[in-house]
């Protein structure tokens, strides 16, 4: 005759570890259950319907804004934080002011709008307030909303008189 294990079925180690792996599984069930639900997806915007409709009227836009030929450099000092945006083709007695969006791709928390004023030199001019880090898209709309430029733009690289053009 073979001898038996004499310990009781709650002081061996197989049937803990049987039951650990489906207990693991319902814990992180329930973690993931709470993150969904109290968890902001930043990625996605509020007015996302909204913005899917009005993509034609900001294709146009953009049309309008090549048709017209306006074209811009921007410049930025990090050390200052002074950034400058020269344009092409733009009626600077009409368009004194230009508002420019920084949108960043994943965090909502790190956009930025901005107004750049028309400085005596006719190059638009703002001062940084934050050190922007990382790729970042660009939106150029006069104040009249007639045209914009969109971009983008990577500023952990020397910017230096980087063309922004419609649709680049």
Known sequence: MTQTDSKPWFRQFWPWFLIAIPGSSVVMGVIMINLAMNGKDSLVRQDWYKDGMAINQRMDKQ?????????????????????????????????????????????EGKDRQLQLYLAPDNRFYTKLDFSP???????????????EIESSINFDNEISGKYLTPNS
């Open 133 to 147: 880090q990382g790729f970042y898209y660009l939106l150029i709309t006069p104040s009249s909303g007639e045209w």
């Open 63 to 107: 049309m309008k804004a090549q048709q017209l030929g306006i074209r811009a450099s921007l410049t930025l000092d990090k050390t200052s934080g002074d950034l400058y945006l020269a344009t092409q083709n733009l009626d600077l007695r009409q368009d004194n002011q230009l508002a420019l969006s920084l949108i960043h791709p994943t965090l």
